[in-house]
């Protein structure tokens, strides 16, 4: 950690975390003057370097001194904006600077297959906002920066998902019907922000908390909990408010999915789990409430539905959206238990969910770049004809099932064990149907890319095509290799997970 | 009960506004239309914000000068001229100043400014996605853009 710590000159490392996220808003500008979508690649390849560096950095600064407040432009907390990094914003940080990074490299194939040459460079720096959009989201200590971030994020989100119309149109339905509950999302966000500005005349989310503890809650209070978390719950994908996510996840180019997939609803989940733990007490009569009559029965009820509808899809991508939406269940009922062992199980989910998802989408990318399919039965045979990718493919839907030796199993484990802790037995229940379907729906997959013979004319590959897939394997395969070897050193995540839930929950 | 009502008059418009927005999101299958209901849904927000910045015999939250009837920037500028001695009374005046007058809230108003541009930017972003849907499908309609996309996957299997 001492290393990480002193990667960088001290000069650089004070000012990481505000680094962190101007870096990448400025290098969008620069893109997007960028003449050809290579360079503008390799603006953004190099931002995204510059953002990995920068996050381990400010991980080996919190672990060996604490929590990191950042006044941003030399005005002090509360009255001026705080960049705050706790242990519980570390990890996401990690996840959205790595994953982003290996997403970037993914990109440049991926890209250059799916999106017009005169609008790459523009593409690349939609994807820059968005990615300082999602750093800004967990790095910020002030509630209102939160919102205007997540819109940053979220404007930029809309505009590279629409650029899947090159592929298929329906990727404009799918952004514009995402914008709509976006918007009605994050304005919900706002207004539980302005409530509880109403109630403790201050926006630092530290300074809410310390003033909220004191004055207690009344009904203010409490309309501003269910605005926040109906905005933060729609823009997380819980489940009742998933609807846009399948067909965005879908028709959006495929970099893009495995960029979101792996990172967006994972910064919207943290900013959920920020407000509830942080800000208002989970001791607090009606936060408990919550936890167990909506986070926990929507968690579950997710589990169920959306992994029953990801068995009946035909849209290959679909059916991991959908996948993904259960996942999200998974990590709400952790979060509904209440318990420290919930939450760090929560987390641990959270990071290894995005792992796998990253994998699966990029090896669908990859299926797609070659081959240009989406449904699942035209995966027939691809394990013949591209065996490397299909390996990745199996390996992160083997651990999204959750078989041991993956860290599918590792997550699902301490979601159980946090269950029994609490009682829960219909939890646990719950868990392992889940598991069945999602064992259903990857079956169908798996049958269909190794069971079957590929169609007759598609063993021949283009040779053009065999040059590329380099930079596409290198990522799937680390995110995929990443999947089994969290299983055997499960220590740094479960670490990580541990200490984030230990910074909300006080101690134990 | 009328008493109740009448403190809470600012929230009556912008609970009108807000539904009505809302309703016409959901209810309208014109995506222009729906855009319109989404502006109108956010603008209320706005209010909500601009009217919890007011207090009530509140004045304009401009710090008032001295004698000069200079505001603050022209009372700092004094303050330079006529050395440490002068900055530090000028300092405590204004201060005295500011525990006498009660002020309105300032903060909503620069929050507003800036969910405003965001909104803006929303705004432009849902009018693009909507010309490329009419460039793509040569409809607005909800129901006909349905339609277009069930016949994609059913008919034109490959």
Known sequence: MDMLASLLPAGIAVHAPALIVVIPLIMAAVAAFMPKGLWAWGVTLVTAIAVAVLSLNILGQVSTGGVISYAMGGWLPPAGIELRVDMLNVPLLLLVGIVGLLCVIYALPSVADEIAKKQQALFYSAFLVCFAGLLGVTITGDAFNVFVFLEISSISTYTIIAMGAGKDRRALTASYNYLVLGTIGATFFVIGVGFLYMATGTLNIADMAAVLEQNGHDRVTQAAFAFIVVGLGLKAAMFPLHVWLPNAYAFAPNFVTAFLASTATKVAFYALIRFVFSVFHPEVNFVAMSFTWLFAVVGVVAMMVASMQAVFQTDARRLLAYSSVAQVGYMMLGLGMGTAAGLSASMLHLMNHALMKGALFMALGAFALNFGVRRVKDLAGLGQTMPASSAAFTVASLSLVGVPLTVGFTSKWYLVTAALERGWWWAVAALMISSLLALAYVARLLSAIWMETPPAGKAGIAPARRLAPWMVLAPMSLLAFANIYFFFHADPLVGLARAAANAVMGGN | ?158
């Not at chain 2, 927000?45 to 008032?64: D, E, N, R």
């Not at chain 2, 409809?139 to 299997?157: F, K, P, Q, V």
């Open chain 2, 1 to 158: 009960m009328l008493e109740i009502i009448l403190e809470r008059f600012s929230y009556i418009p912008i609970i009108i506004l807000m539904m009505t927005g809302l309703y016409v999101v959901i209810a309208t299958g014109n995506l222009v239309k729906r855009l319109v209901g989404l502006s109108l849904f956010q603008t209320s927000v706005f209010l909500l914000y601009i009217t919890m910045g007011k207090v009530f015999g509140g004045q304009p939250p401009i710090i008032a000068g001295d004698a000069h009837g200079g505001d603050a920037g022209h009372g700092a500028d004094a303050a330079a001229g006529y050395g440490a001695e002068a900055a530090a009374g000028h300092a405590a005046e204004t201060a005295h100043h500011v525990a006498e007058i009660a002020y309105s809230n300032p903060l909503p108003h620069v929050l507003i400014l800036t969910a405003i541009v965001v909104g803006v930017a929303t705004l432009a972003v849902g009018l693009a996605l909507v010309v490329r849907i009419r460039e793509a499908y040569g409809t607005i309609e909800d129901d006909a853009l349905n339609a277009a996309d069930y016949s994609l996957e059913t008919g034109s299997a490959e």
